[in-house]
């Protein structure tokens, strides 16, 4: 199954992205597709490891229960999906790279429902929500 993925650049440190992004539990303030969080789970360091997040962007609407992987940040961090009600698979990962003082982030999402859709329909909803969410992230971090 192939990943729908995109890029943003990002004018902050990749750090203060970095920052936002690990932040779980304030997306509703900044993405409209994301309209609760609740940290279920957390690592020593304080990190949401397991997160249900009510999900509501155009057909993706479900209650999702997520879990995240931090091995790799703050260059990747990894989600995969737990628990849902519609959907049976919501896999992907935030990459960061530095370029100057500028962040580049790549945002990649797979998501499969509980019933048949076509790949060209599901690509789309997926490339909708990853533009939405890169979009409204941008917007939050460059104010």
Do not use: C
């Amino acid at each position: 199954m192939s990943q729908t993925q995109a890029s943003a650049t990002i004018e902050a440190p990749l750090a203060d992205v970095n920052t936002v992004i690990s932040d779980l539990p304030n997306y509703p303030s900044w993405s409209s597709a994301i309209t609760a969080v609740k940290v279920i789970e957390s690592d020593a360091q304080g990190r949401a490891t397991k997160v249900e997040l009510k999900v509501n962007s155009g057909p993706l609407r479900d209650t999702v229960v997520l879990d995240y992987e931090w091995s790799a940040a703050p260059a990747q961090i990894s989600f995969s999906l737990s628990d849902a009600d519609l959907l049976t698979a919501m896999d992907g990962f935030y990459k960061l790279e530095a370029d100057g003082d500028e962040t580049i982030l790549t945002y990649a999402l797979t998501v499969e429902l509980n019933m048949p859709v076509p790949a060209m329909m599901r690509q789309k909803a997926e490339k909708s929500f990853i533009d939405q969410v890169l979009k409204e992230l941008k917007g939050h971090i460059e104010g």
